[in-house]
Nanobody, 125 residues
Framework: QVQLAESGGGPVQVGWPPRLSCAAS????????TGWFRQAPSDECEREGV??????????YYADSVQGRFSISRDKLKNMVYLQMNNLRPEDTGVYYC????????????????WGQGTQVIVSS
């Protein structure tokens, strides 16, 4: 069992790009995949994969909608995963979830076993 806890959300301030943080309850296994999904307020039925990475490698993967603007990273010693969000747009508004799974990465929500409670990001136009 892995518990995940997000922080860093809220209204976005101009010139202050947010960085979301995710604290994991235990160290990542070499086959772990960890990442971020989001759910827009206008779409309560679907969660969109945003960014993810294999903890045992250097590959980072991004949705087309955030490519070049968001960056995922992690701190092994602190069991932390981060999502740096730059050049935010109103359509980036939503609840952001930290996710993890032992079996690998994927872009479907049901491919991830563990989820945090989510942190809301609000981007005004």
């Amino acid at each position: 069992q892995v518990q995940l806890a997000e922080s860093g959300g809220g209204p976005v301030q101009v010139g202050w790009p947010p960085r979301l943080s995710c604290a994991a309850s235990r160290p990542a296994h070499h086959a772990f995949c960890t990442g971020w999904f989001r759910q827009a307020p206008s779409d309560e039925c679907e969660r969109e994969g945003v960014a993810q990475m294999y903890t045992g490698g250097n590959g980072h993967y991004y949705a087309d909608s955030v490519q070049g603007r968001f960056s995922i990273s992690r701190d092994k010693l602190k069991n932390m995963v981060y999502l740096q969000m730059n050049n935010l747009r109103p359509e980036d508004t939503g609840v952001y979830y930290c996710v993890a799974d032992l079996n690998g990465c994927g872009w479907k929500a049901d491919e991830f076993q563990w989820w945090g409670q989510g942190t809301q990001v609000i981007v005004s136009s």
